[in-house]
């Protein structure tokens, strides 16, 4: 089993920065890629970007340029640096890591922008 905690959301204003992390614990050996996904009112949930064990990195296409995704180095917690928020960024964040073919989930933080 793998648990994942994520912290960092809350309230900002249009253009503003917030950087989310998620701490994975448990049985997190083999862990082969830790990503966000996002959902908004209303909406499906939807992939935000994502990182490999090997370090490579992929995005939605609404968010390059302005989310950066990284990891610890024991690959334990993973960051998304969020930058230039508009309020179509406003969702609730999901953490997802995959193992053995399962996927995992946080709880979610909400992140909300104002326009």
């Known amino acids: 089993q793998v648990q994942l905690v994520e912290s960092g959301g809350g309230l900002v204003q249009a253009g503003g920065s917030l950087r989310l992390s998620c701490a994975a614990s448990g049985s997190i050996f083999s862990i082969n890629f830790m990503g966000w996904y996002r959902q908004a009112p209303g909406k499906q949930r939807e992939y935000v970007a994502g990182?490999?064990?090997?370090?490579?990195?992929n995005y939605r296409n609404s968010v390059k340029g302005r989310f950066t995704i990284s990891t610890d180095v024991a690959k334990t917690t993973v960051y998304l640096q969020m930058n230039s928020l508009g309020p179509e960024d406003t969702a609730v964040y999901y953490c997802?890591?995959?193992?053995?073919?399962?996927?995992?989930w946080g709880q979610g933080t909400q992140v909300t922008v104002s326009s």
């Open positions: 990182i490999t064990r090997g370090g490579n990195t």
């Open positions: 997802n890591a995959q193992k053995d073919s399962r996927d995992y």
